[in-house]
């Protein structure tokens, strides 16, 4: 079975931290592209940060850029989101996703979590 399961997820203030993991199960991440989606209630599921299969490339989104950072390490088939500064407008279910290298990020037809929620208030 192949499956990729969300962790870390929880509570924090407005300027606090967390890090996001994402484990593999049923295959391995080698050379699969990696992302970070959320969705937050009401909107729609959004990109957060991509990291290439070489660990070479990243994206962020604007909004993210410069306090979430992504990182992957293959030898134990994890990926995490590490996010610092949360703001209030973070709050979301955050999923993780693999893809084959055709593009930036993982596409909707990529292997997908089930999600891990996010909160950020005061």
């Known amino acids: 079975q192949v499956r990729l399961v969300e962790s870390g997820g929880g509570s924090v203030q407005p300027g606090g931290s967390l890090r996001l993991s994402c484990a593999a199960s049923g295959f391995t991440l080698d050379y699969y592209v990696l992302g970070w989606f959320r969705q937050a209630p009401g909107k729609e599921r959004e990109g957060v940060s991509c990291?290439?299969?070489?660990?070479?490339?990243?994206y962020y989104a604007d909004s993210v850029k410069g306090r979430f950072t992504i990182s992957r390490d293959d030898a134990k088939n994890m990926m995490y989101l590490q996010m610092n500064s949360l703001k209030p407008e973070d709050t979301a279910v955050y999923y993780c996703?693999?893809?084959?290298?055709?593009?930036?990020?993982?596409?909707?037809?990529?292997?997908w979590g089930k999600g891990t929620q996010v909160i950020v208030s005061s």
């Open positions: 996703a693999a893809d084959f290298p055709y593009t930036t990020c993982p596409r909707p037809s990529g292997t």
């Open positions: 990291i290439s299969g070489s660990g070479g490339s990243t």
